[in-house]
């Protein structure tokens, strides 16, 4: 007679256990849901990036002028090498003609949330600067999308165009176009008129691109 009851509460004891069981299992598959639907995935910043490099100041004139007109952030490439003055040119030269690796102070931004990047680079025996070279194969650029602008004072003929579009794309990224800037004896003011037309064009592509990612 006494063990009935005691049965009876057992079983109720173990529905309402399971009861609050599945509630709470509910509710948390409800929270985890809501949380899934909420998160959202982390944007790349559509606003260009540049990387530049300069020796004579030109190519630093030529960023500064982009980066005026983008109202971007801009990192230099700092060599570590002495390349002033005679000894420098031929020191420059000489990492020309044998594909000599720069020493490079630590680049003082992390690209990995920007896209596209846009690398201002002079030209040096017909191919992009060593320091230019080196910061291109040091740091993950692989899947970006990738703008050069090349500064330079004489010619550069399709053959070396060609392999330095080449090299740029071996690193892994997305060579969207490569602009020639002929720097030699213009005023900023000439660099500037340039440089007006090269950044309309990225300013353009930028629209298009966070028009896609807020799709």
């Not at 794309?169 to 000439?190: F, H, P, S």
Request: contains cysteine; glycine residues 6%; positive net charge.
């Amino acid at each position: 007679m006494i063990m009935k009851p005691y049965k009876k509460i057992c079983n109720m004891s173990g529905a309402v256990i399971a009861a609050v069981l599945f509630m709470t299992l509910y509710t948390f598959g409800l929270n985890t849901a809501a949380e899934e639907v909420t998160a959202q995935p982390r944007l790349e910043k559509t606003v260009p990036f540049i990387a530049f490099y300069s020796r004579s100041g030109k190519t630093r004139m030529t960023a500064e002028s982009l980066q005026k007109k983008l109202s971007c952030e801009m990192g230099e490439i700092v060599s570590k090498k002495d390349r002033t003055g005679f000894l420098g040119v031929f020191t420059c030269v000489l990492d020309q003609l044998l594909d000599r690796d720069d020493v490079q102070d630590a680049f003082p931004r992390t690209l990995t949330a920007y896209n596209p990047i846009v690398i201002a680079a002079p030209i040096w025996v017909g191919n992009l600067a060593s320091p230019v070279r080196t910061f291109l194969k040091q740091t993950d650029i692989k899947g970006k999308d990738i703008y050069i602008i090349a500064t330079y004072n004489g010619k550069l003929d399709a053959e070396k165009e060609a392999a330095i579009q080449q090299f740029v794309t071996a690193q892994g990224c997305n060579l969207k176009k490569m602009y020639k800037v002929i720097t030699k004896e213009k005023t900023r003011q000439d660099i500037d008129g340039e440089v007006q037309i090269i950044a309309q064009e990225l300013s353009r592509d930028a629209d298009k691109k966070q028009q896609v990612v807020a799709r």
